[in-house]
């Protein structure tokens, strides 16, 4: 038997709720097989991150060798990078083992407000991972610091912000609305000629710790089943929503979502 391979390049989590945890479990729900390349140990909870460790450019380049040399993988995910030198790495790493099919979630804050990206690591993020990218999902923060305007508000705004994204090379933009101030869960999909909204109803939890690095795990998982980018998309949103509405209340804090739930509900229906 062969599964498809999808690879993490991300931050470890403690907590279980995202970073490396987060896709793994994804990538494992949707019949994928894992592998992950760890940037950096977070010590983290649901309470929040209570300390980061950023890895060796050696460790992280011996990680990425030892996976894509031997095992190779039909898509990957980028999520926590933390410094300019490891986005640089990462990306010089991606074009040697010709890596296609990636989606780069541009992880900068975690949701207690603790940095997980370097201020000035946004520059190398943006000259050099955003145009190899085949899918970006930033969330209205990120696609603000991105693109150098005021985080949009609107769905007007999204779409502004969703086109000059797309100017930095990426084929396909997923500018994420899970922190508009009301209203539904709408996701904007770009693709350089059309717009497409995702909307979901927003689901009344505070346990939505790890929505980002799951919704982008799963993008990846799909790419490398082969599904085309806008399915890929689709498909995650699903399981991302199933995810939430299952959530979890574990720990004091915000809980995880749950990466069982869309399987559970497949299984149901
Ligand atoms: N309360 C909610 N109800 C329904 N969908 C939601 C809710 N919150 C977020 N989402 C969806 O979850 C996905 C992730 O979006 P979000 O904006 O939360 O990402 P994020 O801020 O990058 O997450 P993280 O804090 O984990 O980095 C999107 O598809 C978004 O629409
Ligand atoms: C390791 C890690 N990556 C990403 C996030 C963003 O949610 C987080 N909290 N922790």
Not at 21 to 37: H, I
Not at 191 to 211: C, F, M, N, P
Request: proline share 4%; glycine share 10%.
């Amino acid at each position: 038997m062969t599964l498809a391979k999808a690879l993490t390049i991300a931050g470890s989590d403690s907590g279980g709720g995202a970073g490396i945890q987060a896709d793994l479990k994804t990538f494992q729900e949707l019949d994928t097989f894992g592998t992950s390349v760890i940037t950096a140990l977070t010590a983290q909870n649901t309470l929040g991150v209570h300390g980061v460790f950023p890895q060796t450019l050696e460790a992280v380049e011996a990680q990425l060798d030892a996976v894509l040399s031997d095992i190779g993988t039909d898509a990957a995910k980028t999520g926590m990078l933390f410094s300019a030198e490891i986005i640089t790495l990462v990306a010089r790493k991606l074009r040697q083992y010709e890596v296609k099919r990636l989606v780069v979630d541009p992880v900068m804050i975690a949701k207690g407000g603790a940095s997980l990206l370097q201020e000035e690591a946004v520059q190398a993020l943006i000259k050099e991972l955003l145009p190899q990218a085949m899918v970006i999902t930033p969330n209205l923060p990120e696609a603000a610091k991105i693109v150098g305007c005021e985080e949009p508000q609107t769905l007007a705004e999204m779409k502004e912000a969703a086109v000059k994204l797309h100017q930095l090379g990426p084929a396909y933009i997923v500018l994420k609305g899970g922190h508009l101030p009301s209203g539904p869960a709408i996701d904007l999909v770009y693709d350089g000629h059309e717009l497409h909204e995702l909307e979901t109803e927003r689901i009344a939890t505070k346990h939505t710790h790890g929505t980002g690095c799951t919704f982008a795990a799963a993008i990846a998982a799909e790419l490398a089943k082969e599904a085309a980018p806008l399915e890929a998309i689709q498909t995650a949103k699903a399981f991302i929503t199933a995810a939430i509405t299952h959530s979890l209340a574990i720990g004091g804090g915000i809980g995880p979502t749950n990466h069982a739930a869309y399987r559970r509900l497949a299984g149901e229906a």
